[in-house]
């Protein structure tokens, strides 16, 4: 069975953040050398402002329930590509979800006695994201 690609309904945005954070931690295992910037798809400049504003940016998620959230707006803000993510500011880069949802998956990862195959057939992502741990940079 092909882990990464198999079909799934949308749930909430939380749960799209895990999934892509499985889905770019699966890229980073096999390709370990890549700068972190370049898996995801941004500029040095980018990936130093989602670094720097990563504990607000998950401060406003929280703040306004958008982790629960099921709705298209709030799925293209954390996950619609762009130049940038208007609701934070035009140096914020887009996909900002999978940014946040990569930081989760390592979370797990380094909380929890779990191998590459184990954690890519976990189907329970709401469970993941419990057992995380998972606490902002500042």
Known sequence: MNYLYEWRKQ???ID???YYGRMNYF???M???LPDSVLLGYSGQQWRWAVDNEGEVWADMVGSRRLYD???DAFMMCFGDGPFTQAYSNEAPSRL???LGLNIVRSFVSNNSCT???LMRR?????LFQDSGYKPRK
């Open 97 to 99: 979800g999978e940014f």
């Open 16 to 18: 799209e953040m895990v």
């Open 70 to 72: 099921s709705g298209l």
């Open 123 to 127: 189907k329970d992502l709401q469970n």
């Open 27 to 29: 890229v980073e295992a």
């Open 116 to 118: 590459l195959p184990e």
């Open 11 to 13: 749930g909430q945005v």
């Open 31 to 33: 390709c370990p050398t």
